[in-house]
């Protein structure tokens, strides 16, 4: 006879999953509020044009969006967190729904432009996390042939920062010639993935944005809450 018991379980915490909490009673009616994160200060960044391009489709698809731009943002840990473009970015970050981080892959790695970005948005800020809950969705473009090696570690990132990370993702191979020269990209199985992509974040932003907070709440956490709930009450009834 197998021994269904879980002695390790505090019952009281355990949340049964419930199909009424994900359907939310009120949906929010507001746009999908999409930030844009590129990874280099190039001139004519590719990594700039196809965000640019993704930031179209995403209007016409019917979100609000935004752009960061890094030029002027210091190296982690080398300004204070007062630094007007650290709080621009936290800000937008705090503003988001969902994320679009694209990066150009150097040394077979994402950028560091696009990396200091990321170390500058915090895991939390007080009680509220910027980024748990959000959606992401992840793009590249490469010099030479296709490659995975950047939108692969930005998925780790957004796993370690708690964010919703949609399975789709684009990478651009030679990305020198999808761009004309007014910078638009040029018809191409590579910018239907991309319409792939935007398609995709939109749809699991709408489905998201409302239970996120019910997605991401954690046994762990609430027995933490608990013990520290405890903690407390157990010191207050001392000192009375």
Known sequence: MIDDTLPNLDATLLDIPSLDRLLPASPSRH????LLLYGSLRERSYSRLLTLEAERLLKRLGAETR???ADGLPLPDGAPVEHPKV????????????QVWCSPERHGAMSAVMKAQIDWIPLSLGAIRPTQGRTLALMQVCGGSQS???????RILGRWMRMLTIPNQSSVA??????DDAGRM???AF???????MEELIKFTLLTRDIAPY???RYSERKEAAAELEQRLSLGAAVR
């Open 31 to 34: 746009p999908p509020r999409i």
């Open 67 to 69: 752009i960061f731009h």
């Open 87 to 98: 709080q621009e970015l936290r800000e937008l970050t705090l503003w988001s729904e969902g």
């Open 148 to 154: 995975f090696n950047a939108v692969n570690q930005m």
């Open 174 to 179: 030679k990305a020198y010639g999808e761009f």
């Open 186 to 188: 040029t018809p191409s």
């Open 191 to 197: 910018y239907d993935r991309v319409v792939d992509v």
């Open 215 to 217: 997605l991401t709440d």
